[in-house]
């Protein structure tokens, strides 16, 4: 499949797609997150395909040193203007993140929203993971929020319509070669623009032994932003918390 996330993540459109990213649900997993870190102070944070930074402005409001990278320009700019009241700001940085290069220590990486398995193969996808590694900290965490495999499968929902700011969105969905695949239409001022999404699937299992491949730990599963521990049938999401 062609690198659909290029135009995709570069559109206008997209935020109107993804409109129910509340603030609530971005506060609720900071806060778990932080949670579960001893040293919550003044933290060096990587924010992996941050988006439009909804994480990442969190954090640097918080006090922390925060520095965001995404692919899209069009997002990073969005997370530019609502960062520019910060004390603290977060820097942004453009980068595909196959091919990212810090000169710096992180104690804590993150990898929000399902911001994993856009590529074609296991090792595009894990690569990240195998080159942030030599700049966590000691006792540095990485933390993945993706789907549950498991459950989406079960529980997938072929077809869904919504309109949102004069859009109507239709969004189909099918799995296809091992990849969830989201077909989406948006009509809008008698334009109609047409997207794709795809995200390959891992097994919870797969994950775990993917990481620790590569020399990982999972110290923590949870299922959702709300903490509860993940569990194959019923969790919507698996976060994982990761050391070296």
């Known amino acids: 499949m062609t690198e659909w996330f290029k135009k995709w993540f570069s559109s206008n459109e997209y935020l109107s797609v993804y409109s129910h990213r509340n603030e609530d649900d971005a506060k609720n997993i900071i806060n778990l997150i932080l949670g579960k870190i001893p040293e919550k102070d003044n933290l060096s944070i990587l924010d992996a395909a941050c988006g439009a930074g ?11 040193n925060v520095t965001a990278f995404d692919l899209s320009k069009t997002l990073l700019k969005i997370g ?15 980068s595909d993140i196959r ?3 810090f000169n710096t220590s992180f104690d804590l990486v ?10 074609d193969t296991d090792e595009e996808n894990f ?17 993945l929020d993706y789907l549950n495999e498991y459950y989406l ?25 091992n990849k969830v695949v989201k077909d989406i239409v948006i ?8 997207f794709c999404e795809s995200v390959k699937l891992y097994t919870y299992e797969s994950l775990v032994k993917n990481f620790e491949v590569l020399g990982y730990h999972v110290e923590t599963a949870i ?10 049938e019923t969790s919507k999401r698996v976060i994982l918390f990761l050391t070296i």
Request: aromatic share 10%; charged share 25%; net charge positive.
């Open 80 to 94: 530019k203007v609502n960062a520019s009241e910060l004390r603290k700001p977060v820097n942004f940085v453009c």
């Open 110 to 119: 993150l990898n929000m929203f399902t911001s994993f398995g856009y590529f």
């Open 187 to 194: 009509r809008h001022n008698g334009a109609i623009h047409k």
């Open 153 to 177: 499968r079960r529980n997938l929902v072929p077809v869904s319509v919504k309109t949102i700011s004069g859009r109507q969105i239709e969004e189909s969905r099918s799995i296809r070669n």
């Open 99 to 101: 091919n990212v290069a």
């Open 54 to 64: 909804r994480h990442s402005i969190l954090l640097a409001g918080l006090g922390h």
């Open 127 to 143: 690569m990240f993971y195998k080159d942030i590694k030599n700049c966590l900290n000691k006792k540095g965490i990485i933390v």
């Open 223 to 232: 299922g959702d932003y709300k903490g509860r521990v993940f569990d194959k």
